[in-house]
């Protein structure tokens, strides 16, 4: 025969251990309020099958040596002053505790009309006083410690049956377990609030505008030739949160412990996912707090987008910085050529040497923007490597999101059929209003 366990298992689809949620020791004593609970209800709905869970003590020739857990007593009997001739008592209330013993009294308990009372801790007192071994007297009780028919040991989630417990019923038992199992289990349910954050590289700085000098040769002058236009270079800006969070990996508190926030504060990212463990872990709503995983989801895509969008525009305005840069290398070029040779026309020594230092000159900014141009298409790299590697962050955090929605939906749904199974068969059970005239 399964046991407990492996049954509570089968209807949960949960591996149950010790470190799982629930662990195997809470499980156990799932089973023991399902027994109480499942006993508790029946004895209530139909007090005619309480000798279903009947629990008989040994024979007491002691006042108070048998107490009752449950409080439930179906029967007491005392033996009459013979051997095994069991009479049986009437329960009288223990404010006739004095009247029971007196011979005057109309309450008076003899040996063929026993009384019992019920005391402090569930101890039974039966009068006439147990005196010997043919005065002894047995209660007959509805159990209230669930135990294993086997092993006769307090219920465990490794035994498969129940003493004093009526084996039609033990359905019921399993039933009650595994929704409080499942209960259990959705309570440890967190979802997770940490989002990766992006850092990008620092932009390049450009080169200063150099100065072309002219050598003072003779009477000849050769015009500076400068290089302007060069514009600032592009940089990389990420997306803004919304309310006063500064960054999308920003989590805040509930402004008030367990209330979700006015409508002033409902654009406050921050506590987005507050909001979402508050009704999972606090208020156990599944509808609303599917609606709040749905709204975070849609807050990161529209995020992704922005963030995508202004990637775009960083790719256009760097490709147009590039092309002012070459512009401008072009343009100096240009310039420089014009003035070496109106060096020449002028005179073919100053020509020679201001030729000579305008090549060098050039050669030297030339070599620093093209240093310029590398750092910035290294720069391009790298932001779309980070940013594409954010992207691919976020859209794993989306996908885990739904995922432990989806367990959290269907262990919903299935909590709820379990416990619905579990009242339906109290339902059945209830008196009808005939039964009830």
């Known amino acids: 025969m399964a046991t407990f366990e492996e049954r509570v298992e089968g209807l949960t689809g949960l591996s149950i251990d010790g470190s799982s949620s629930p662990t195997q020791d ?3 004593e799932f089973l023991k309020d399902g027994v109480l ?14 000798s279903e869970f009947v629990r008989i003590s040994s024979a007491s ?30 329960r009288v209330s223990i404010d006739k505790q004095s009247r029971v013993t007196d011979s005057t009294s109309l309450d008076f308990a003899t040996a063929y009309h026993p009384a019992y009372i019920v005391s402090e801790d569930g101890a039974v007192l039966v009068f006439p006083a147990p005196a010997g071994s043919d005065t002894q007297y047995k209660v007959y009780y509805v159990n209230g410690t669930p135990t ?60 200063s505008a150099p100065s072309f000098t002219t050598p003072d040769v003779s009477d000849t002058t050769v015009s500076s030739t400068t290089i302007s236009n060069l514009g600032t270079p592009p940089s ?20 008030t412990d367990n209330t979700i926030d006015v409508s002033a504060d409902q654009i406050e990212f921050d506590q987005f996912w507050s909001t979402a463990a508050h009704l999972i872990e606090d208020e156990e709503d599944v509808e609303l707090a599917n609606a709040q995983l749905s709204k975070i989801r849609t807050y990161i895509e529209a995020y992704s987008t922005d963030m995508q969008n202004k990637l775009n525009s960083f790719n256009k305005e760097q490709a147009e910085y590039q092309a002012k840069t070459q512009e401008a290398i072009q343009q100096a070029q240009i310039d420089a050529a014009k003035a070496q040779s109106q060096a020449q026309i002028d005179s073919a020594d100053a020509t020679q040497t201001a030729s000579l ?45 739904q995922k432990q929605s989806t367990d959290y939906n269907w262990k919903s749904q299935r909590y709820a059929a379990l416990k619905g199974q579990y009242d339906q068969a109290f339902g059945l059970l209830a008196p009808r209003e005939s039964e009830q005239n």
Do not use: M
């Open 61 to 90: 020739s002691t006042q108070a040596g048998v107490s009752v857990d449950s409080g439930k007593i179906i029967s007491v009997v005392r033996e009459s002053g013979t051997n095994d001739d069991w009479r049986p008592a009437y």
């Open 236 to 255: 990389y800006t990420s997306p803004t949160v919304s309310g006063d969070a500064s960054a999308l990996t920003s989590v805040s508190s509930l402004d």
């Open 37 to 50: 609970d499942v006993t508790d209800r029946i004895v209530s709905l139909r007090p005619e099958q309480a």
């Open 357 to 401: 230092l305008l090549q060098k000159e050039n050669q030297e900014y030339a070599a620093k923007l093209q240093q310029f141009s590398s750092d910035l298409a290294k720069y391009s790299a790298e932001v779309q490597a980070k940013v594409q590697d954010h992207s691919a962050q976020i859209n794993e955090l989306s996908a885990d999101i």
């Open 26 to 28: 809470e499980l156990t």
């Open 148 to 207: 294993d028919t086997t092993n006769s040991a307090s219920l465990a989630y490794s035994h498969s049956d129940i003493k004093y417990f009526p084996e039609n019923k033990v359905y019921l038992v399993v039933l009650y377990a595994s929704a409080q199992t499942l209960l259990n289990n959705l309570s440890s349910i967190s979802i997770s609030q940490t989002i990766p954050s992006l850092t990008l590289p620092s932009t390049p700085v450009a080169p």
